[in-house]
């Protein structure tokens, strides 16, 4: 249980600060998204493996760190918590006043969408959410779960700036989701409380694209822990001579 309901919360905190920070366009959303996730990792990665992304939950699968069954209720906890986290969004941002312009209800009901100038047909959308899950899924793998860093102190950085880098380049183009629960909670809100009912249809981007990065991610981990460089062996200790030896 305390797995899954550390599942929710890191999943909570990250939709909740995607929600108050990308639509009041903060400038560096994208670091505070990041350094969300990061601390959010640091609090429940001994716990769960701080997942909050159902495409890091599947390459956690293929990994075989995870059964099926655990990965739906990981899936069921994440979703569950962007799900709470759209709503408090749209309890803490008030109404628009009547008058104003349409487009300031996106500040309430935020679910990722393609930028400017593409759509769902753009091989550009779908090339982002792939490929920077990939990048995300390949670092928490390695970062997390490798044997070679086991111990390590900065894994919640990598995981963490990871995003960040991914949300610079990514939410102009595809809307810079990389975890299908980030797009699933607000664009359900956004279609059923915000009257926007085609928002739907950026589930399927968000959830297709990153979980085919999840996939392949781990497929390349797999080869990279079977190639792996061994450590070079340890020099034989230098034999002591003693005095009397030489007398």
């Known amino acids: 249980m305390a797995r899954y309901l550390t599942e ?21 959303a994208p670091l505070a998204i990041g350094s969300m996730l990061m601390v ?46 759209a709503l408090i969004v749209a309890l803490i941002i008030p109404a628009p006043l009547e008058g104003t312009e349409v487009g300031e209800q996106v500040a309430r009901f935020f679910g990722p969408a393609p930028g400017a100038g593409f759509t769902m047909t753009s091989a550009g959308v779908w090339l ?43 939410v102009h183009i595809s809307g810079g989701a990389f975890n299908p629960a980030v797009s699933i909670g607000p664009n359900l809100i956004q279609a059923t409380m915000g009257g926007a009912p085609d928002a739907l249809q950026n589930i399927l981007l968000h959830t297709a694209g990153p979980l085919v990065g999840g996939a392949v991610a781990a ?29």
């Open 128 to 170: 982002v959410e792939l490929l920077f899950t990939g990048a995300l899924c390949l670092v928490v793998l390695n970062v997390t779960t490798s044997s070679k860093t086991q111990g390590n102190s900065y894994f919640g950085l990598a995981i963490g700036f990871t995003v960040a880098v991914g949300a610079f380049v990514g």
């Open 40 to 85: 959010m990792v640091y609090m429940g990665g001994h716990i769960s493996g701080a997942h909050y992304n159902p495409a890091v939950s599947f390459a956690v699968v293929i990994r075989g760190l995870l059964t099926p069954l655990q990965m739906l209720a990981y899936w069921l906890a994440q979703i569950l918590g962007a799900i709470a986290a």
């Open 8 to 28: 929710f919360v890191g999943t909570f905190f990250l939709v909740l600060t995607i929600g108050l920070a990308v639509n009041y366009k903060i400038p560096m």
């Open 219 to 247: 497929l390349i981990f797999r080869i990279q822990e079977d190639f792996v460089a061994p450590p070079p062996p340890k020099e034989p200790p230098e034999e002591e001579v003693h005095v009397h030896e030489l007398t």
